[in-house]
């Protein structure tokens, strides 16, 4: 069992910044690919970003060039920097997690492990 705890959602302005943090305990976090997905209100879950344990990257199409997902394997965190966020981008974000050293899955379907959720909301 991997347990996953996301922090760090909240409101911002459009075109502000926010960084969330995933904590992982459990099994080796290294040794799981990540993910981070949202879900916006009567709206399915969504890819935001993937990485491997070695670190490969993978983006949604609308969060290419704003965000960027990285990992601490030292520190079992995962992260995800946001900026010039737009409105659109309000949701609820969760960090997910599933065995694999190579490959991360861009479906959710396949994720495993996942946190409770943050929520982020973009509003003036």
């Known amino acids: 069992q991997l347990h996953l705890v996301e922090s760090g959602g909240g409101l911002v302005q459009p075109g502000g910044s926010l960084r969330l943090s995933c904590a992982a305990s459990?099994?080796?976090?290294?040794?799981?690919?990540m993910g981070w997905f949202r879900q916006a209100p009567e709206k399915e879950r969504e890819l935001v970003a993937t990485?491997?344990?070695?670190?490969?990257?993978y983006y949604g199409d609308s969060m290419k060039g704003r965000f960027t997902i990285s990992r601490d394997n030292a520190k079992n965190t995962l992260y995800l920097q946001m900026t010039s966020l737009k409105p659109e981008d309000t949701a609820v974000y969760y960090c997910?997690?599933?065995?694999?050293?190579?490959?991360?899955?861009?479906?959710?379907?396949?994720?495993?492990?996942w946190g409770q959720g943050t929520q982020v909301t973009v509003s003036t």
């Open positions: 997910a997690a599933h065995p694999g050293n190579t490959y991360a899955y861009i479906d959710y379907h396949k994720y495993v492990y």
């Open positions: 459990g099994r080796t976090f290294s040794g799981h690919a």
């Open positions: 990485m491997t344990s070695g670190a490969t990257t």
